[in-house]
């Protein structure tokens, strides 16, 4: 299935066909640059929890993640403690799972010890592919590719939880290492 055109008469990726958050998520930040490391964190965190969820689940709830993750300052997350866990465990605005909620603490301790490196940002921006894909319809689609592979090995070898190949080519999807829209919608690059 290639691009639809919505009621407002504009073609996109069919995901994002009719109104609402996901629309609006496709509309003006998936495929979109992000910069810095919260950012950074934000997405991979969002990304992890939404493995076996809907994206319209976590995007419902992305407010509430912001505000329990203290706006994903890796810091403030790399402190938290059994109790912050706990707590977290109860708290029904966000996803509450226990291995997701315990790999953010995991991934916001490796994004504080990558900074002695080069950084969460640097290090995910070097796995850009060099040819980037441009599928035309859905079935030319992919879920993983040799970079998201790459990434997901090395971030693991960081230290990073729940950051498998699947979960990195959505990652490297929503930040823009490569442009993800189909030909055809409106948001595809020239």
Known sequence: MGPVEGEDGVLRCPWAGGPGVMRDYHDTEWGERVSGEAAYLERLTLE?????????T???????????????????????GEDDVERLMQDARIVRNRLKIEATLTNARATVALRDDVGLEAFVLGFRPEVAPSPATTEEMVTTSPESVALS?????????????TTMYALSEAIGLFDPHLLGCHRRRA
């Open 153 to 165: 090995k090395a971030l693991k070898k960081r230290g990073f939880a729940f950051v498998g190949p």
């Open 48 to 56: 992890a929890f939404q493995s076996g969820l809907s994206w319209s």
């Open 58 to 80: 976590i995007l419902n709830k992305r407010e509430a993640f912001r505000e329990v993750f203290h706006r994903f300052d890796a810091d403030a997350i790399a402190a938290f």
